[in-house]
């Protein structure tokens, strides 16, 4: 998908009806058929359940590419605002950890799904503070063996986050800010990032 949702409708045709259903980044769709004259600019999809919708063709990604570090960082930005949801896994709402593990996975590397387990996965190497890098992942809690957030540093002192603290959702913050600077347990680095990959 080339947006943050798309929207699905029984017919192709946006003005008929109000949409069917509206789906969140990354959902994976069967095409079956191509619109045709006037509904050229549509494509029929086949959903889970067998049902058939219709979704404009400028809304789907047909050929996505694994996103650089920086192209990682810029989708996150289109996600600021969204409205933290606990245990999210989707642009419908994410948590800090859904959040992250789908910046790394737009990236081509999965990584695993909870903040403790991404602090602890092998697939990353410990980073210095004072080392961080852009697209390097941040890790905090009360020590290194109770992780409770993440965050994805992006340069400049920032990161960005899902967060809870102060208005949930989507945010930058400055590292150097509090509760931030104190509860920064962590810092990891993707040991191999895909081919043509920049830093």
């Known amino acids: 998908m080339s947006g ?6 029984r017919e192709p045709d946006v003005t008929a009806h109000q949409p ?4 969140p980044f990354e959902s994976r769709l069967e095409i079956t058929a191509e619109g045709q004259g006037d509904d050229d600019g549509w494509l029929q999809v086949r959903l889970v359940d067998g049902r058939l919708a219709w979704v404009q063709r400028g809304d ?30 989707s642009s419908l709402g994410f948590d800090c950890s859904g959040f992250t593990q789908m910046l790394v996975r737009s990236r081509g590397i999965v990584m695993p799904r909870d903040a403790d387990l991404q602090a ?23 020590s290194a063996d109770h992780i409770t957030h993440t965050g994805m540093f992006i340069g400049r002192g920032q990161f960005i986050h899902d ?20 509860l920064l347990v962590a810092g990891r680095r993707i040991k191999q990032e895909p081919f043509g990959t920049a830093h």
């Open 4 to 9: 943050l949702t798309a929207n699905l409708y």
């Open 60 to 89: 789907l990604d047909l050929a996505p590419q694994k996103l650089t570090i920086e192209q990682s960082i810029a989708l996150g930005r289109r996600f600021l605002g969204t409205t933290y949801t606990w245990a999210g896994t």
């Open 120 to 142: 602890a996965w092998s697939g990353a190497d410990s980073v210095d503070r004072k080392r961080l890098r852009p697209g390097d992942l941040l890790f905090f809690g009360s």
């Open 20 to 23: 069917w259903l509206t789906i």
């Open 163 to 182: 967060t809870t603290y102060g208005h949930p959702g989507v945010q930058i913050s400055r590292l150097k800010d509090q509760p931030w600077t104190r």
